[in-house]
């Protein structure tokens, strides 16, 4: 029998704040430690190029952070708990929470609304998830008509497709105009977010929070998203930001460019040096998805594997 919502998210508000509890211990160790050296070798801090009280300041942020967001989180769980009682409810009562769970879910889910919905079959290798419209509800069949008006390109037809799901494959987005009612990603949780300059969601780290940055948009490094060696740091706004779902199959699929921005990626694309190398703007991240998408003999990719061969040729 499957949980309530209220109770799953009881139980992973639970679970993390053990971690960030666990996580405030191992801090606090770490800055005990920085003392004893400190207080031992004082001089230390003289030396050139010395980074101990830097090393210690951000120590001191991190607890912080940490026990503000135990603070949240245990408000949180608070307001769940008392949402429950009394406690000990029928197996009719859970029903009625499901139930009432999915009307909560449904009634955010307005007709003409954006959501994020996952399009995979449940069997499915890895998961694609995509910010879709809903056009129509289903009370029969608990179904969610949803339209997809972005494809990517290696769909046939190319144009807007619609899709039945089930309540299961649809996350609503936070409201807009009211964040302070929407809970906000830690530091370190896994996320699904709107890649910036797409329509799809994918698995993403939280770096910084919109109140730490007092904005309305999170800090965030995507799965995959490699440049350079390192994983470049989006701004996505919150409300494009939803719960990573559990047992999320990680997937890096082929629509980190819309068609919208077709025209400007075939002029990128075009950007080889001298060298045969890739030197417009795009991320080396983004510009493969979309070669991937067009998988024609005209993509950069291919045009620099035909440059290859006639230097191969020549020498």
């Known amino acids: 029998m499957s949980s309530s919502p209220d109770i799953a998210g009881i139980l992973d508000n639970t679970k993390e704040l053990d971690r960030l509890r666990k996580e405030q211990e191992e801090v ?3 800055i005990n430690k920085m003392h004893k050296k400190l207080q031992a070798t004082p001089e230390i801090v003289e030396k050139p190029g010395d980074i101990s009280l830097s090393k210690l300041k951000n120590l001191y ?3 912080k952070e940490l026990s503000e967001s135990e603070v949240t989180v245990s ?3 608070l307001t769940q708990l008392d949402s429950l009682l009394p406690s000990g409810p029928t197996g009719q009562q859970r029903r009625k929470l499901v139930a009432e769970g999915n009307e ?3 009634k955010r889910m307005k007709v003409d609304t954006d959501v994020a919905a996952r399009v995979t079959a449940e069997d499915a290798e ?3 998830w995509f910010v879709v419209k809903v056009i129509h509800f289903d009370r029969e069949t608990k179904e969610v008509e949803v339209l997809d008006e972005e494809p990517g390109d290696d769909e046939e037809g190319g144009g807007q497709r619609t899709y039945k799901l089930s309540m299961s494959c649809i996350l609503p987005f936070p409201k807009r105009n009211d964040p302070s009612s929407t809970q906000e990603f830690i530091p370190g949780k896994h996320v699904l977010a709107v890649y910036p300059g797409t329509t799809a969601l994918y698995k ?3 770096i910084s929070t919109p ?3 007092k904005s309305d948009e999170y800090l965030l490094e995507f799965d995959d998203d490699e440049e350079d060696g390192a994983l470049p740091q989006r701004t996505v706004p919150f409300h494009k930001v939803v719960a990573l779902p559990e047992g999320h199959r990680h997937s890096t699929t082929n629509r980190f460019i819309t068609s919208k921005d077709h025209a400007s990626v075939q002029l990128n694309i075009g950007h080889l040096d001298a060298n045969g190398l890739y030197t417009g703007q795009f991320t080396t991240f983004a510009l493969c998805g979309f070669v991937r998408a067009q998988g024609d003999a005209d993509s950069g990719v ?3 594997r035909q440059k290859k061969k006639v230097e191969a040729k020549q020498q």
Do not use: P, Y
């Open 61 to 63: 942020i991190q607890a």
């Open 126 to 128: 890895k998961d694609e």
């Open 28 to 30: 606090l160790v770490e």
């Open 204 to 206: 993403a780290t939280v």
């Open 75 to 77: 408000n949180i769980l």
């Open 104 to 106: 909560q879910k449904r």
């Open 302 to 304: 291919d045009r620099l």
């Open 211 to 213: 109140r730490k940055r």
